[in-house]
């Protein structure tokens, strides 16, 4: 087993991990892989990929946005958190993983700084009124200035390359308001992922019409979201809209603990 930097033809070897998780963001990783190639990893056996990792460097700290390895590798998560650690210069790192598998990071001296759900809508009919006048108000007219402004409101760090070019794709959905914005994005011919999505405190109204805007437009194809668990006002939004939770996941973090404001992070 090969354990190092990932290859740059990296899309030919990774045919295991995508029919092994629905969920795998082949596209993040490959925008991650342009943007900051040093801090991808991967682990190979007989030229397959069995396990990745890949993070995003902020001001104040690195954000681990894909970790994803084969059942039968676990143990290469190890291998792969401690290459990433040794190459990021000790700054500080969070990520956000399975509460299954937590002990991974744990093991690197990580702590727990909160505790996820991930919510998934299957196109489960919900009736709500989605007019002209709603689209207009959510129609993202204003997306670059309030994502900006708010997303250093919640993360207390600079993300403003993140925001207007790292997290967007060709098939991006920008959505928002005064108070608030919503991104989402393809991963699969099944999949839409909502991240991120933020809105500004008592916005309550408003994060509701960014949520029926992404149903209203992306509803034909199941989407999915992680947002906090102990936030009573957030789950009961996604409730309310039938979405259902499909598993827990940890943020943990190691260094500096970031300074998130969950309140105001419907979708990190």
């Known amino acids: 087993m090969f354990v190092g930097y990932l290859r740059n033809d990296f899309e030919e070897d990774i045919s295991d991990l995508l029919e092994s998780d629905k969920l795998f963001e082949l596209e993040l990783l490959k925008q991650t892989y342009n943007v900051f190639p040093q801090y991808c990893f991967a682990a190979y056996e007989n030229g397959n990929i069995v396990g990745v990792v890949s993070a995003y ?7 681990i946005n894909v970790i994803n390895v084969l059942e039968n590798y676990e143990e290469v998560l190890t291998r792969l958190l401690k290459l990433l650690i ?3 210069s000790s700054m500080n790192i969070f990520v956000l993983i399975d509460f299954k598998k937590k002990q991974f990071v744990e093991a690197f001296n990580f702590q727990e700084h909160s505790l996820f759900v991930r919510y998934m809508h299957s196109g489960e009919a919900v009736p709500f009124n989605f007019s002209n006048s709603i689209a207009k108000q959510v129609s993202g007219e204003n997306y670059d200035d309030v994502s900006i402004k708010i997303d250093k409101q919640v993360f207390m760090d600079n993300r403003e390359d993140y925001i207007k070019t790292d997290c967007t794709f060709s098939n991006s959905l920008k959505l928002s308001t005064q108070t608030g ?3 989402s994005y393809v991963v699969n011919k099944r999949f839409i992922r909502v991240s991120p999505w933020l809105m500004q405190s008592e916005s309550y109204l408003d994060a509701e019409k960014l949520l029926r805007g992404v149903l209203y437009y992306r509803g ?6 992680y947002a906090p ?4 006002e957030i789950t009961e939004l996604y409730d309310s809209y039938k979405f259902k939770k499909d598993g827990t996941y940890s943020l943990m973090y190691l260094g500096e603990k970031p300074e998130l404001k969950l309140e105001n992070l419907y979708a990190i």
Request: cysteine-free; charged content about 30%.
């Open 229 to 232: 668990k102990d936030v009573k």
């Open 220 to 225: 034909l194809k199941k989407i999915f979201a």
């Open 86 to 88: 040794q190459n990021t």
């Open 181 to 183: 914005f919503l991104h």
């Open 57 to 63: 460097e902020f001001h104040k700290h690195i954000f």
